[in-house]
């Protein structure tokens, strides 16, 4: 899939694919009895690909559940995947022994999204950021502690801040310190998982552009989870949606902001605040819940939802294609070829289910 690929769907200029995820499978197993047999499986990730080019933010976003963290800590082998392949810079790292992993983990790294919890409470935050050094590095003390001091005012932060514990410094100040760690061993991968989504709105807008500068500086590519869609349009060049551990559509920023081609995307768009009082805007209101992943739906998933489904959704899954200029999605309505199908507008959903904002 990622042979021939650019970001702006053209082939002028190629660009080299960093990261490959093929075919990703993530089952978590429920066991319940006496002898803890397994009574079924949590389907948190089901057959998700996608790719990520040298240099780029990849934006990944969902409802709470759909799966995209599961993806992104799959990705890093901190949770066994139970199947599929992720390749990195053209090594598998499923295939890779301990000792390869670890070698290869100076070049993986990710930022947690609770800036509280992701810090030892009982350790200055010079050793945590210290703590990849130490493993990784033959680096002495001094040299350890210079780095740190330079990540520490790369993310604007002070050297005396290396010797404060945790519980000195508010929840942006922890972000800094997470990212500050994350950078120590100068990884060419980052997953950012969720953040800001624990930020005051001030400090999120600080936390972003010091992401962007570092990624200018040091050549960073982030794999970007959030649930912000507004965020995600300020920070990605493309952006992945997910629904129910299935991978719905895909495109370059533009292209997806501009022209949502899944009605899931186009719910989600109509969703996001617009600064602007006078501007209406349609508001499409999905009716239902989010099917659990233990038993999810046959089809399309999002068939239970969606106001234009019809027969064949229920029964078949729709497969997941480009549809011009490498915009992925995985709709039957695209498939008919009909020019605006899988559009939501109220004569084909009705005035209950849209409303006008403004």
């Known amino acids: 899939m990622a042979d021939e690929k650019n970001v ?25 009895g006496l002898l803890q047999r397994v009574k079924a499986w949590v389907k948190a990730v089901d057959d998700v690909s996608f790719f990520i080019y040298e240099g780029e933010s990849f934006g990944l976003v969902g409802e709470s559940g759909c799966g995209k963290t599961t993806v992104g800590r799959t990705i890093l082998r901190l949770i066994p995947a139970t199947s599929g392949e992720v390749v990195f810079d053209g090594r598998d790292l499923f295939d890779l022994d301990a000792s390869a992993l670890k070698k290869m983990r100076r070049n993986i790294q990710i930022i947690f999204q609770d800036p509280y ?13 210290a703590e990849g050094l130490r493993i990784h590095t033959k680096k002495n003390s001094q040299e350890r502690y210079e780095i740190v001091v330079e990540m520490l005012t790369r993310v604007g932060m002070r050297a005396d801040h290396a010797r404060r514990y945790p519980h000195e410094f508010s929840g942006g100040q922890r972000q800094r310190i997470g990212i500050a760690r994350a950078l120590t061993l100068r990884p060419k991968f980052i997953v950012c998982d969720e953040p800001v989504s624990a930020l005051d709105v001030s400090i999120q807008a600080q936390v972003l552009n010091i992401l962007k500068e570092l990624q200018r500086d040091f050549g960073l590519t982030y794999l970007f989870i959030a649930h912000n869609l507004s965020v995600v349009e300020h920070f990605s060049d493309r952006v992945g949606v997910m629904y129910l551990g299935k991978m719905v559509e895909m495109a370059s920023r533009e292209a997806l902001y501009r022209d949502p081609l899944h009605p899931y995307t186009q719910a989600l768009m109509s969703a996001i605040p617009v600064p602007d009082p006078t501007i209406k805007r349609q508001r499409v209101i999905l009716q239902g819940d989010v099917p659990s992943p233990l038993n999810p739906p046959p089809g399309c998933r999002f068939h239970t939802r969606c106001p234009l489904a019809f027969d064949k959704c229920h029964e078949e899954e729709p497969p997941f294609k480009d549809y011009g200029d490498l915009h992925y999605a995985a709709c039957w309505l695209l498939e008919s070829g009909e020019k605006g199908a899988s559009k939501l507008t109220v004569d084909k959903v009705g005035e209950e289910n849209i409303s006008i904002i403004g």
């Open 8 to 32: 702006n769907g053209s082939n002028d200029q190629q660009r080299k694919v960093l990261i490959e995820i093929k075919n990703l499978v993530k089952y978590f197993p429920v066991r319940g």
């Open 117 to 129: 919890s992701s810090l030892d409470p009982r350790m200055p935050v010079g050793e945590s950021i």
